[in-house]
Structure formats: structure tokens, C-alpha cells
């Protein structure tokens, strides 16, 4: 009797054990949904980020074109522009060649270099005017000489705004020699340094213009269809990521 009464406690106790581990095995993977539903999600909206660069890049392609003409502008017209970018216009004044900036880190045809930009004095203000690039020396303190014709008046060019860079800091300083060495085109900082207050807008110079260095103006770097092409990926990563998950889970219950 007490045999069979130590046997059937046992029997209840390895059934209760199995009934237990099914349960726990059965349970939902709740860690391993919330990370894939939250890979899902960033994935998705990567994609999505990529498709709204590539309509942005479109509208300012279809902006350029429009804007494209035989007639000159004047700096005027630019400025009374909501959007001044993009716009051919000419300009007069007084070429300020003893204060040159050399916007670093500029990359043409393989080559490192700097952006010439120099500060013109206009009817309406100083309009600072971008020369184009130049190859930099050998060595970091190796600048490169800046040989401009100060007798030049005349320039026509193309409106740019420049774009504010959060992930880059300045390192010129005041007391830094001309030319100054700068890490963006921050017409705050440039202003501080010259003393003097600088319009809106940068002139990018036309590649005919006779001063100046190699003109390349490319207003939109990467095309829309790169971004499409990056939307896809992003797309087909998260399809993969999320039948991964499905069967994974599949294989989980059928274990």
C-alpha cells in the first residue's frame, strides 16, 4: 500500500514537472518579438527617409531646370527671392583678394584641396564669392597661393545657401593669418572675422569666368535614383528581417 502511494506521488510529481517546463516552453518569445518588431520598424523607416530624400532631390532638379535662362539676374532680384538658390545673376564691386578663406577638405578628381572664397564689395553688401577649387600642398601648413586679379569687377555665377553642418566644428581663429583655413561655408563666423556683415547668399563663380581655378558645380551630389535604389535595400531588409522572425517562430512551436 505505501508502495503504491510513493509511486502515483512520484508519477504526479514528473507529470507536474512536464506540464511545467511544456508550459514555460510554450510561452510567447516577448524579447525576441520587441526587437524584431523594432528592427522592422527602423528598417522601414529608413526606406521611407530615402524615398523623401529622393523627392527632394527631384523637386531641386526640376527647380534648377526651371530656373535655368538666357537672361542675367541681379543680386538684387536673388535676394527678394524666398528661395534665392539656384539662379544665374551678375555682380560688380571691389574684390577683397587680401582676404581669402580656403574651405578645407575638398575633393576633386581624386585630389585633395581647399574652395577659394573671397569677399567682394557690392552696392547691397558683401557678397562673398566661391572660386572654385585648388589643390592643396604637400604638407598640412603648405597652403597654396591665391592669385587673383583685384582689378576684376565683373563676376556672373550661380546663387547657392549654405547649409548648416552640425557635425562639424570651426577651428580658424580671429588671430589665424590670412588666408584663413575654414571647415564650412558659415557666413556667421565669416562675418565675425571679416567685421563686416555678408549677404545670404554665396555666388558660385561660372565655370567661363577667366579668374579663378577648377569649377565643377554639382547642386545635387548624390542623384535621385541612388536614393531610390537605397530605399529598396532598406525595404528588402526589413522583409528579410521579419520572415526570419516568422519562421523562427514557426520552428519554435512545431519543437
Known amino acids: ?15 507536474g514537472t512536464l506540464n511545467t517546463e511544456t508550459s514555460s516552453d ?33 523637386n531641386r532638379l526640376a527647380q534648377i531646370e526651371q530656373r535655368k535662362s538666357d537672361s542675367v539676374l541681379t543680386l538684387q532680384y536673388v535676394l527678394e527671392q524666398e528661395d534665392p538658390r539656384d539662379l544665374s545673376y551678375q555682380i560688380s564691386g571691389d574684390l577683397l583678394t587680401e582676404q581669402v578663406f580656403l574651405l578645407d577638405n575638398r575633393i576633386e578628381a581624386g585630389q585633395v584641396g581647399f574652395h577659394v572664397i573671397v569677399p567682394l564689395l557690392t552696392d547691397y553688401g558683401v557678397q562673398m564669392i566661391n572660386f572654385g ?11 597654396p597661393a591665391i592669385l587673383l586679379n583685384p582689378n576684376t569687377r565683373e563676376f556672373t555665377g550661380t546663387s547657392s545657401v549654405p547649409s548648416f553642418n552640425p557635425m562639424v566644428s570651426e577651428t580658424a581663429l580671429a ?8 571647415q564650412s561655408i558659415d557666413l556667421t563666423v565669416m562675418a565675425v572675422f571679416l567685421g563686416r556683415d555678408l549677404l ?12 579663378g581655378f577648377t569649377r565643377n558645380w554639382k547642386a545635387v551630389v548624390m542623384a535621385p535614383e541612388k536614393h531610390y535604389g537605397y530605399a529598396i535595400q532598406w525595404y528588402g531588409l526589413a522583409i528579410a528581417c521579419l520572415i526570419i522572425y516568422i519562421v523562427a517562430l514557426r520552428k519554435r512551436k512545431s519543437n
Open 1 to 15: 500500500m505505501n508502495n503504491n502511494q510513493t509511486s502515483s506521488g512520484s508519477d504526479e510529481k514528473s507529470s
Open 26 to 58: 510554450q510561452k510567447p518569445p516577448y524579447i525576441a518579438t520587441f526587437f524584431a518588431l523594432i528592427s522592422v520598424c527602423i528598417l522601414v523607416s529608413l526606406g521611407s527617409w530615402q524615398l523623401q530624400r529622393a523627392e527632394q532631390k527631384e
Open 133 to 143: 577649387w585648388i589643390k592643396a600642398g604637400q604638407y598640412r601648413n603648405d597652403l
Open 175 to 182: 588671430t589665424d593669418p590670412w588666408p584663413k583655413v575654414v
Open 200 to 211: 545670404p547668399v554665396v555666388m558660385q563663380l561660372d565655370p567661363e569666368h577667366p579668374d
